[in-house]
């Protein structure tokens, strides 16, 4: 194991004995997912696993984990692309990778300094070959082939009022594929969203 990896738990030996096996990136000290263990650039309470992410996950097989959860950690890794195909790689056929991202006209995005990349509702499309939405995007760039099998936005605000009137809007930009497009195509920097909610399978 390479010595950049601290394994606190010392839970990467019992992973060819585990039924199951849930990562969650860029946990920080409270992760959302209870059965997962936890993955992070930073060594903090609650992070089982402390390696640089940047590199992707060399210390794991490929087809070896169910599942894979990150919230707000894709933004902030150096090359999005290298993460999607460790994810990819490692995942059983049939595993999941979900999440959130922050939304590319989401102006809290910019606040702050360790962002380095945007995303919008066609991002997840770049690794998939499996048409989710009417426009198409290249997916000559890589080899990743994720079925996506949900996209879509979140809104918030930190005010009250404005809160409630985004949530109505975001049941109805979600109501379907075609409403998604047309948000981000004519509204998106009128009301924007807060975040993107993403579920993608290996196939």
Not at 121 to 145: A, C, E, G, M, Q
Not at 160 to 165: D, E, G, Q, T
């Amino acid at each position: 194991m390479p010595s950049s990896i601290i394994d606190k738990n010392n839970l990467l030996k019992t992973f060819k004995s585990r039924d199951r096996i849930v990562l969650e990136l860029g946990s920080g000290p409270n992760k959302q997912i209870a059965e997962a263990i936890t993955v992070d650039m930073i060594d903090m309470e609650g992070v089982d696993i402390v390696c640089n992410l940047d590199e992707g996950f060399p210390f794991l097989e490929d087809n070896s984990i169910d599942a894979i959860y990150s919230f707000h950690f894709l933004e902030h890794v150096k090359d999005v692309n290298l993460m999607m195909k460790e994810i990819y790689r490692v995942l059983k056929k049939g595993g999941k990778n979900a999440g959130a991202v922050p939304y590319f006209a989401n102006p809290y995005f910019y606040s702050d300094p360790t962002h380095k990349t945007t995303f919008g509702l066609y991002t997840f499309s770049y690794f998939s070959k499996i048409p989710h939405f009417k426009r198409r995007v290249p997916t000559f760039y890589n080899d990743v082939n994720f079925q996506i099998n949900l996209v879509e936005f979140r809104f918030r605000s930190n005010f009250f009022l404005r809160h409630r009137i985004k949530k109505l809007l975001q049941k109805l930009f979600n109501a379907n594929r075609y409403l998604k497009e047309f948000y981000e195509e004519q509204l998106c920097y009128l009301v924007p969203a807060y975040e993107l909610y993403f579920e993608l399978e290996k196939k």
